[in-house]
Nanobody
């Protein structure tokens, strides 16, 4: 029973990446999904979250208009499409899943956290 984040890599400024967060051993139906990131020396911060029914989506101020969160329920997978990437987007990106508790909190003790995937934006 785990979440696995993938899709990170090295990309030039202005480029795009799509991150995936896949559940194994359980279904993501009924769970909200969040993407969070942590850069070296900085606290973990909110990137984006989507509610269990896709009715609510939250974005961090620094990624609004550039990133899009989505999910495919039948695949138990959530995605983070990242466009127009900037060097300040460089961080380890984590996904998390929860069915109750605090909304979109990078410090919450959610039951499921992915292992993180590194995103590096550099020329």
């Amino acid at each position: 029973v785990q979440l696995q984040a993938s899709g990170g890599g090295l990309v030039q400024p202005g480029g795009s990446l799509r991150l995936s967060c896949t559940a194994s051993g359980f279904s993501l139906r009924g769970y909200a999904i969040g993407w969070f990131r942590q850069a070296p020396g900085k606290e973990r911060e909110v990137v984006s979250c989507i509610s269990y029914n896709d009715g609510t989506r939250t974005y961090g101020d620094s990624v609004k208009g550039r990133f899009t969160i989505s999910r495919v329920h039948s695949r138990s997978t959530a995605y983070l499409q990242m466009n127009n990437l900037k060097p300040e987007d460089t961080a380890v990106y984590y996904c998390a899943a929860w069915s109750s508790g605090a909304w979109c909190d990078p410090e919450a003790d959610y039951p499921y956290w992915g292992q993180g995937t590194q995103v590096t934006v550099s020329s």
